[in-house]
């Protein structure tokens, strides 16, 4: 599993006027994206990519400082730059999630030869 940790301009700021901004992600598996865009189907937005990316970023969060359970109202709540932030990292990860799988499995062809 491809994961990074990334460190938001502004973050999360709590009730407590407290900055979350220390998150960390891993690369979305195929049935993050069919959820994500399921649970968008069903949603008040049933049009909006937007809203599916925010859906999906909330699956790949693994961690987000002291937020125990990290939500799309955590995302909802930050500046555009953190979440554009966020979904270039994720879009990242995903791509290095692509090109492990590529490797290992074109090494496991030249394996059998």
């Avoid at 992600?25 to 968008?40: F, K, S, W, Y």
């Amino acid at each position: 599993m491809t994961t990074d940790t990334l460190t938001l301009d502004k973050g999360y700021i709590d009730e407590n006027g407290d900055a979350h901004r220390e998150v960390t992600l891993r690369a979305p598996g195929i049935m993050d994206e069919v959820e994500a865009e399921q649970q968008r189907a069903e949603s008040r937005y049933p049009q909006s990519q937007t809203y599916e990316q925010l859906l999906l970023l909330e699956r790949c969060i693994i961690s987000w400082e002291q937020i125990a359970a990290p939500s799309i109202d955590h995302l909802q709540a930050l500046n555009q730059n953190d979440v554009l932030d966020l979904m270039r990292a994720v879009n990242d990860l995903r791509e290095k999630d692509s090109q492990q799988v590529g490797n290992e499995s074109f090494d496991s062809d030249a394996d059998s030869s």
